[in-house]
Nanobody
Framework: QVQLVESGGGLVQAGGSLRLSCAAS????????VGWFRQAPGQERKFVAA????????YYSDSVKGRFTISRDNAKNTVYLQMNSLQPEDTAVYYC????????????????????WGQGTLVTVSS
């Protein structure tokens, strides 16, 4: 079973950047799709980005496309989310999730069907 730990959150001004990390322990991490999701106060958890195990496929929500980049280093068992041009509406707790299914399946199913999650990292963007 893969276990996940997020890091890299913090407070940043609008227009700034942050890089989140999702570090995994466990076997066969390279076979897992990893997704980033975020949840703002009082709102449902929402998809942000996903990357296939081999990193040959990536997916983004429309709200972050062009500003965020997901990547992974399987040698380090880590997935990254580079967030640029941050806006106050990006404020949320960011979670990573891992799943052995294809990335497009993970994106289509949504967060309710994913079972392996990190504890989350808070990103706050001030205006």
């Amino acid at each position: 079973q893969v276990q996940l730990v997020e890091s890299g959150g913090g407070l940043v001004q609008a227009g700034g950047s942050l890089r989140l990390s999702c570090a995994a322990s466990g076997r066969a991490f390279a076979s897992y799709t990893v997704g980033w999701f975020r949840q703002a106060p009082g709102q449902e958890r929402k998809f942000v980005a996903a990357i296939s195990g081999s990193a040959d496929s990536t997916y983004y929500s429309d709200s972050v496309k062009g500003r965020f980049t997901i990547s992974r280093d399987n040698a380090k068992n880590t997935v990254y989310l580079q967030m640029n041009s941050l806006q106050p509406e990006d404020t949320a707790v960011y979670y990573c999730a891992a799943d052995p299914r294809e990335a497009i399946v993970v994106v289509t199913l949504g967060y309710r069907y994913l079972k392996v999650w990190g504890q989350g990292t808070l990103v706050t963007v001030s205006s």
